[in-house]
T-cell receptor, first 114, second 112 residues
């Protein structure tokens, strides 16, 4: 069975600083990997996805992530954060065998302060 | 505008009173699914559908029903709601057979 571990439940960071949100997964088959963002009282928005191909994935709002198969990781990065990036971030894994169900991590709360 | 819509957005009801949460997408997506989000438990899949008339159980299907008579709609039915179904519900869709990429705004359900 697949699972996702988001290593930090909360990440405080100053505005314009870089940030990395960590995600590790376990799966016995080829996986698809995703990062979603959830702003307060809103639904989930897809930030980026890895389905195949290049291991460096660029997403919206200046975020990127790198798929590392040997370390089973898919860490999310942004070189310079804004106050508006304050939100909950979810890493998720999926595969064909699970009917493409998304298996989510518990989430990382990113708090950007001036 | 491409979107997934859910109705109602908020609902307070009582135990045992049947309810339906509607979900509709305007992107002609084949794949649709329902998730619930609970504090400490995260997001879990309830049901999914790979196409019209094709549905299957997710991780937590007990107490729920779905139907997929049309490609755009995927309603979630609670025949006899119970307090443990109090949750935030999300509908999601994606093209072809890919994991969900577009989520609705959510339906906050409270069962008293």
């Amino acid at each position: 069975a697949q699972s996702v571990t988001q290593l930090d439940s909360q990440v405080p960071v100053f505005e314009e600083a870089p940030v990395e949100l960590r995600c590790n997964y376990s799966s016995s088959v080829s996986v698809y990997l995703f990062w979603y963002v959830q702003y307060p009282n809103q639904g989930l928005q897809l930030l980026l996805k890895y389905l195949s191909g290049s291991t460096l994935v660029k997403g919206i709002n200046g975020f990127e992530a790198e798929f590392n198969k040997s370390q089973t990781s898919f860490h999310l990065r942004k070189p310079s954060v804004h106050i508006s990036d304050t939100a909950e971030y979810f890493c998720a894994v999926s595969d064909r065998r699970s009917g493409y169900a998304l298996n989510f991590g518990k989430g990382t709360s990113l708090l950007v302060t001036p | 505008e491409a979107q997934v819509t859910q109705n109602p957005r908020y609902l307070i009801t009582v135990t045992g009173k049947k309810l339906t949460v509607t979900c509709s997408q305007n992107m002609n997506h084949e794949y649709m699914s329902w998730y619930r989000q609970d504090p400490g438990l995260g997001l879990r899949q309830i049901y999914y559908s790979m196409n019209v008339e094709v549905t299957d159980k997710g991780d937590v299907p007990e107490g729920y029903k779905v139907s997929r008579k049309e490609k755009r709609n995927f309603p979630l039915i609670l025949e006899s709601p119970s307090p443990n179904q109090t949750s935030l519900y999300f509908c999601a869709s994606s093209p072809g057979t890919q994991p969900p990429q577009y989520f609705g705004p959510g339906t906050r359900l409270t069962v008293l």
